[in-house]
């Protein structure tokens, strides 16, 4: 019963930037990963940023050094800060989240519902 809520996509020139966001609601107890995958059209599921509880923050090769994940505790949210975007970029992006509900014994993976960013002059 929970619900991941993503914002922030668009389009956007190349070397602009954007910043998606990404809402965890529901009954919550904790969220122990949360990451951001991306799909362009006839590519696989990539994924791009993560961050595991108690670990550092890691990235996709093609993104390191231009996207910055992070995560607010309070507000259950994860943000995607893209920089220096690239035609490349252009996919569909996606929160996921492992998060264990309220009243439950282990996490559960979760799913937004995707946000388009168009990267294109």
């Known amino acids: 019963q929970v619900l991941l809520t993503e914002s922030g996509g668009g389009l956007v020139q190349p070397g602009g930037s954007l910043r998606l966001s990404c809402v965890a609601s529901?009954?919550?107890?904790?969220?122990?990963?949360m990451s951001w995958y991306r799909q362009a059209v006839g590519k696989e599921r990539e994924l791009v940023a993560q961050?595991?509880?108690?670990?550092?923050?890691s990235y996709a090769d093609s993104v390191k050094g231009r996207f910055t994940i992070s995560r607010s505790d309070a507000k259950n949210a994860v943000y995607l800060q893209m920089n220096s975007l690239k035609p490349e970029d252009t996919a569909q992006y996606y929160c996921?989240?492992?998060?264990?509900?309220?009243?439950?014994?282990?996490?559960?993976?979760?799913w937004g519902q995707g946000t388009q960013v168009t990267v294109s002059s």
């Open positions: 996921n989240a492992y998060v264990t509900g309220a009243g439950s014994h282990w996490p559960l993976s979760y």
């Open positions: 961050l595991i509880t108690g670990t550092s923050a």
């Open positions: 529901g009954s919550i107890s904790s969220i122990n990963v």
